[in-house]
């Protein structure tokens, strides 16, 4: 037995590769050790080229709560120092997924762990710099168990949109991918991703075996009759305007500003903003300015 630190990963895109070499960056379908080791060594502030071995030691395992869909980019760069084109890149990643993560070992190391992924010294990534997650990463520590145990005690993380889809179920079986452990055979595969060192200069990574095990979860949007629930809507807006910086460019368009109760500012409708525009950019041209 040991201490058991869980982790919420879930942003609009995530990716885990394993073995993405050259113009071809592949994901895996759910998050991988040497990634989830990496977030946490720059969450610690660690140099790429400092020790590892007391992270690489933690037992690793990663719960599927929303698969996600895969999506492919591509990308084209300059050499910054040549300025010389690079080759065309192929990107792949998860879009919408969510996992649960878990590490255990030594309690203090945890301790210290959930510390820095609640203030990192480094921001945390999803895999990719370009994969920023969607909220807090630290779900709590738990004392004297084991992994799969863990990920069995943590609530449902996937969106509630996805979770309706489900409201038949009064409980979901998710997978579960565990580090296999002595004894436990040849597993259901290995992946490449056991880290020994991220120098990028000599980046080096081991094999590990990886077994699946079944967790059940409550399904906190079940309806007996099965029928899916109706989305809820907050009661108040909330205070944030992400469009806040573009009410500037539409303010001499004569937008009204709506406030609802409890005095948060309406954001109007697309359609409405489309035309406020449209009428702003034909009497523009009636003008002749």
């Known amino acids: ?18 073995s993405a070499r050259f113009a071809r960056r592949t994901t895996e379908s759910a998050p991988t050790k040497s990634g989830v080791i990496g977030l946490l060594a720059s969450a610690l502030g660690r140099p790429r080229h400092s020790d590892l071995s007391d992270l690489a030691a933690l037992r690793f395992g990663v719960r599927i709560d929303q698969p996600g869909s895969r999506v492919r980019d591509f990308q084209t760069a300059h050499h910054p120092d040549t300025e010389k084109s690079m080759p065309v890149s192929e990107r792949f990643y998860l879009s919408d ?148 910086s573009l009410t500037g460019a539409v303010a001499g368009v004569g937008a009204v500003e709506v406030t609802a109760p409890g005095g948060h500012p309406v954001v109007p409708a697309a359609e409405e903003r489309t035309a406020e525009r449209t009428a702003e950019r034909t009497r523009t041209d009636r003008e002749g300015l």
Not at 1 to 18: E, I
Not at 108 to 127: H, I, K, M, Q, S
Not at 154 to 169: D, F, L, M, N
Request: with cysteine; proline share 11%; charged share 25%.
């Open 97 to 244: 997924a969510v996992f649960v993560a878990a590490v255990a070992g030594d309690a203090e190391l945890l301790v210290r762990l959930r510390d820095a992924v609640r203030a990192p010294v480094f921001l945390p990534f999803l895999g990719r710099r370009s994969c920023p997650p969607s909220g807090p990463i630290d779900l709590g520590l738990h004392e004297d168990v084991r992994v799969v145990e863990a990920l069995a005690a943590e609530e449902w993380q996937a969106s509630a949109w996805y979770q309706r889809r489900w409201a038949a179920e009064a409980t979901v079986e998710l997978t579960a991918l565990l580090e296999g452990e002595p004894g436990d055979g040849p597993g259901e595969g290995s992946l490449r991703d056991q880290p020994i060192s991220f120098d990028p200069a000599h980046r080096r990574y081991g094999l590990r075996t990886v077994v699946s095990a079944p967790v059940r979860v409550r399904n906190p949007w079940h309806r007996p009759d099965g029928r899916p629930a109706k989305n809820r809507r907050p009661a108040t807006l909330p205070p944030h305007d992400p469009t806040a």
């Open 1 to 18: 037995m040991s201490s058991v630190l869980t982790l919420r990963l879930a942003g609009p895109l995530q990716a885990w590769g394993s």
